[in-house]
């Protein structure tokens, strides 16, 4: 029987890459209806709201969304979509496995997990302009929160055999705020006997991804500094073309590469597909479909490794649709010789 997702297209470079993404589900013999769902910058302009009702109700019925980047109109009043999203869903988890692919960042070789706390810190949204000269962001922790994304950090530790979790904060100086995260963090581990909790300030996490980002294993970490470190992680694995992501909740998941628009690339068909079409790999397990999954990885390896058809972003000569329809041979071929 055919899946039921949404896909939601998104701004800038998100149509190219989310049709790579397609025709690779399509290669690797998943069936989908797809309800394609606009959203973002294109949804703006022609005078409604970015993220409409609609969208929201299409996630929350088939409870799996695949999503391109999605701008937000700068000024009219409009939070981020990508935000809101995360919010109204209530997807908690955002998780960013940061791997390296063989022959792109060869000065690194990476394997580790980002979860971030998708709901609340200083994306909470509670901004304000106190006198004139004098603006505040609150940063929001709670309780609540704090204890379901260290849970969610842990359930993922021993699901996919990762030995640590490393609870990164601030709390030497965010006392209150991040002093609470890291307490519950602490509560939470006796719970989860077999993985070790390590801690780390975020700013020693950040030389410590750099020098040896394996030692962190899965990083769970508030929003802003889970934010940042994913920018950080998907340098040392050869940049925003590479880092996938899922944004996961207990009734919905939506399943999105880590970069943005990128509108310095959109409409010239160059984009690197690559993080978007991961996200969907990370997708098809959580729809169970395991041996489209794990093909779909095995030629991505075998792409890189070749390096025959690759994008401009690691100095190949491929366009977005060229990197694609190899991707679909490989997977095709891959399927026929292990069916
Ligand atoms: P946004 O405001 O939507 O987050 P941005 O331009 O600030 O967008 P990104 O879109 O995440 O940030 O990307 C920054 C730069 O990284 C892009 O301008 C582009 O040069 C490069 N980049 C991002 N994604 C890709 C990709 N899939 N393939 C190749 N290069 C990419």
């Given at each position: 029987m055919a899946h039921s997702i949404t896909l939601i297209p998104g701004d800038g470079i998100g149509p190219e890459v989310s049709a790579a993404a397609r025709s690779v589900i399509e290669a690797a013999g998943v069936a989908v209806d797809w309800d394609v769902q606009t959203a973002g910058l294109e949804v703006a302009r022609a005078g409604g709201n970015p993220l409409p009702d609609r969208v929201i109700d299409s996630i929350r019925a088939n409870r799996f969304g695949l999503k391109g980047p999605c701008g937000t109109p700068i000024g009219g009043g409009f939070r981020s979509v990508n935000v809101t999203l995360r919010q109204t869903l209530d997807l908690y988890a955002n998780v960013r496995p940061i791997k390296s692919l063989p022959?792109?960042?060869?000065r690194f070789d990476v394997d580790m997990v980002i979860v971030r706390e998708n709901t609340e810190g200083l994306y909470a949204g509670l901004e304000l302009m106190i006198m004139p000269g004098v603006a505040q962001s609150i940063k929001l922790t709670t309780e609540r929160s704090s204890r379901r994304i260290a849970e969610f950090a842990f359930r993922y530790a021993e699901r996919h055999g990762r030995p640590w979790v490393t609870m990164v904060h601030k709390a030497n100086i965010m006392k209150i705020s991040d002093g609470l995260a890291l307490e519950t963090t602490r509560k939470v581990a006796p719970l989860h006997p077999t993985i070790e909790l390590r801690e780390m300030i975020v700013d020693a996490a950040a030389m410590v991804m750099v020098r040896n980002p394996n030692s962190l294993g899965v990083l769970v970490a508030e929003n802003l500094y889970g934010d940042i470190l994913s920018d950080l992680g998907a340098g040392l694995v050869g940049g925003l073309g590479f880092v996938p992501g899922a944004n996961i909740g207990d009734d919905a998941a939506v399943f999105e590469a880590v970069h943005g628009t990128a509108p310095d690339l959109a409409g010239k068909g160059i984009a690197n597909p690559t993080a978007m079409i991961q996200s969907a790999v990370m997708m098809l397990h959580h729809l169970g479909e395991k041996t489209a999954a794990d093909a779909i990885q095995k030629a991505i390896l075998r792409q890189y490794d070749e390096r025959k058809v690759i994008t401009g972003d690691i100095g190949g000569n491929a366009g977005t649709t060229a990197f694609t329809a190899e991707l679909c041979r490989l997977v095709r071929e891959i399927r026929e010789t292990s069916g």
């Open positions: 022959r792109v960042e060869e």
